[in-house]
């Protein structure tokens, strides 16, 4: 368990100002505790896979009158991916097909609230590649 902890610091970073700090302990929270996690009834899905880190997202959505009326997903990855994806779900209750395709990296990076190196961009943005993957 510590060292997944160590692991995690150091994809999360360390040189973190105090309302960083907030958005990596809000990353480690969904991490460990993600939201919106298991298969749920769909009319469409999606799954993506990132094998430079071994992320892999499987997205379900249940979509009518052009509204994400339910989400959510599958899968396993670093603290980047799963946190991601978590908060994302969060955020995509309700929103309409337009607005998530819309939806861009930096909306992902404004979600996450800390600096995302370039190694793990592709952690950060497997999320948002796989629910716009379902919608297209």
């Known amino acids: 368990r510590g060292v997944q902890m160590?692991?995690?610091a150091s994809q999360i970073g360390e040189n973190l100002t105090e309302i960083q700090e907030i958005y990596k302990e809000n990353i480690i929270d969904h991490y460990k505790h993600p939201h919106n996690k298991g298969k749920i009834d769909h009319n469409k899905t999606?799954?993506?896979l990132n094998t430079s880190c071994g992320d892999e997202l499987t997205i379900y959505l249940n979509v009518k009158n052009n509204i994400i009326e339910d989400i959510s997903f599958e899968g396993h990855g670093c603290a980047i991916s799963q946190a991601s994806v978590s908060m994302l779900t969060d955020k995509l209750k309700g929103m309409t097909i337009e607005e998530t395709l819309k939806l861009n990296k930096d909306d992902i990076l404004e979600?996450?609230?800390?600096?995302?190196s370039i190694v793990r961009m592709k952690c950060a943005l497997l999320s948002l590649k796989t629910v716009q993957?379902?919608?297209c």
């Open 6 to 8: 160590n692991e995690l």
């Open 46 to 48: 999606h799954r993506e």
């Open 111 to 116: 979600l996450l609230g800390i600096p995302i």
């Open 133 to 135: 993957g379902a919608l």
